[in-house]
């Protein structure tokens, strides 16, 4: 058997071709990087002429970016539910910043809307409009759920966030502006029952299919897609009250097939799993919509938290498997008590 000679000038001239191979694409990836950055960094003018409409301004994202709007010198409209609401925004902001009661489900309360906004924004139209309105409760299994209780939640997280979008885009066809839709993780990967992720995944689907509708009109569509943040929505109070109100609907049969236990480990579980997520700095949230809207060329989708970047949208990724093993470590089994009491009799009889 004869063996092929290797010479030093044949490794080295290998290893540098290797070498210039990496080299190469490391420098391709530096520079896109690069440029990326910078064509994001571009920014539009003229903020004091440009106006904004919110929806969900009494507190958390919608609030705090309101505000932070406001500084910058946007004509800001804030939607708020409650009088309350209205009148704590007004106090924290500049007299430049206007509010409205408003409410998503309520088609005569956006025609409202639609109608003073117009009157604010003349011949300039609608630059932006951010749909942050949202509520989160009922959650839990999917069998404590009855049809009303998607409703609830489909109601204003989508079909609210249709109507709303719909009425404005006249206006923001005239401004050739910007919509923002607040998603969630959520919407890319479902975690519990009820209508929240499914109100969420609706709210992607509706932003793809805007966005490149929209495209041919000069009118950008952007998707908010936050990982767990400390606001109203993740309200532990809230959500374990409304979790304890399906648990007492139930029938025994299926309370039984839970086990005695199951009610208090979910809620312990849920516990621990929002206090290791839930971040308070709902900045990070906001300053993806300022960007949203601020940017010459605005992502399509931003996913704030460390959390939806290192976990949740990742595991979308992966097969269902994975994220379905995942998602059984954080939640407590099911034990049936009519199984348990099945094998007693088994072992009994034997």
């Known amino acids: 058997m004869v063996f092929p000679v290797v010479s030093e000038e044949n490794i080295l001239l290998d290893f540098f071709q290797a070498h210039l191979a990496l080299s190469c694409i490391l420098i391709s990836v530096t520079a896109i990087a690069i440029a990326w950055f910078i064509r994001d960094s571009f920014k539009v003018e003229d903020f004091d002429q440009k106006h904004v409409f919110i929806t969900g301004c009494d507190s958390g994202f919608g609030n705090l970016v309101a505000r932070q709007l406001d500084q910058k010198g946007f004509h800001i409209i804030a939607a708020c539910l409650t009088e309350k609401g209205e009148s704590e925004l007004k106090a924290a902001a500049s007299p430049r910043l206007k509010t409205v009661l408003f409410n998503v489900t309520d088609s005569p309360s956006i025609e409202s809307a639609v109608e003073f906004v117009r009157a604010e924004v003349g011949e300039r139209g609608l630059w932006g409009l951010i749909n942050n309105a949202g509520r989160s409760t009922p959650i839990g299994p999917t069998e404590w759920m009855q049809l009303e209780d998607f409703k609830k939640v489909l109601?204003?997280?989508?079909?609210?966030?249709?109507?709303?979008?719909?009425?404005?885009?006249?206006?923001?066809?005239?401004?050739?502006?910007?919509?923002?839709?607040?998603?969630?993780?959520?919407?890319?990967?479902?975690?519990?029952?009820?209508?929240?992720?499914l109100s969420k995944y609706g709210v992607e689907a509706f932003s793809d299919s805007l966005r490149r509708d929209m495209q041919h009109f000069g009118v950008?569509?952007?998707?908010?897609?936050?990982?767990?943040?400390?606001?109203?929505?993740?309200?532990?109070?809230?959500?374990?009250?409304?979790?304890?109100?399906?648990?007492?609907?139930?029938?025994?049969?299926?309370?039984?097939?839970?086990?005695?236990?199951?009610?208090?480990?979910?809620?312990?579980?849920?516990?621990?799993?929002?206090?290791?997520?839930?971040?308070?700095?709902?900045?990070?949230?906001?300053?993806?919509?300022?960007?949203?809207?601020?940017?010459?060329?605005?992502?399509?989708?931003?996913?704030?938290?460390?959390?939806?970047?290192?976990?949740?949208?990742?595991?979308?990724y992966l097969p269902a498997f994975i994220a379905d093993f995942t998602v059984a470590v954080l939640l407590p089994v099911p034990k049936d008590d009519r199984k348990s009491h099945a094998n007693q009799v088994g072992v009994a009889n034997t």
């Not at 919509?179 to 975690?191: F, T």
């Not at 839930?278 to 949203?292: E, F, G, L, P, R």
Request: proline share 5%; aromatic share 10%.
């Open 220 to 316: 950008k569509v952007s998707i908010i897609e936050p990982g767990f943040f400390k606001t109203g929505v993740t309200r532990l109070d809230l959500i374990e009250a409304d979790l304890q109100r399906l648990w007492n609907r139930l029938p025994e049969e299926v309370k039984h097939s839970y086990g005695p236990k199951f009610f208090d480990e979910y809620v312990k579980a849920q516990d621990f799993s929002m206090g290791l997520l839930c971040s308070s700095d709902i900045s990070k949230v906001t300053s993806c919509m300022q960007h949203a809207l601020t940017a010459r060329h605005p992502r399509t989708r931003y996913s704030p938290g460390w959390d939806a970047k290192l976990i949740w949208i990742p595991l979308s």
């Open 155 to 197: 109601d204003v997280n989508l079909i609210g966030l249709i109507d709303v979008t719909l009425k404005f885009l006249p206006l923001l066809k005239k401004a050739q502006g910007r919509v923002v839709n607040v998603a969630s993780i959520l919407g890319r990967l479902a975690l519990n029952g009820g209508g929240y992720c």
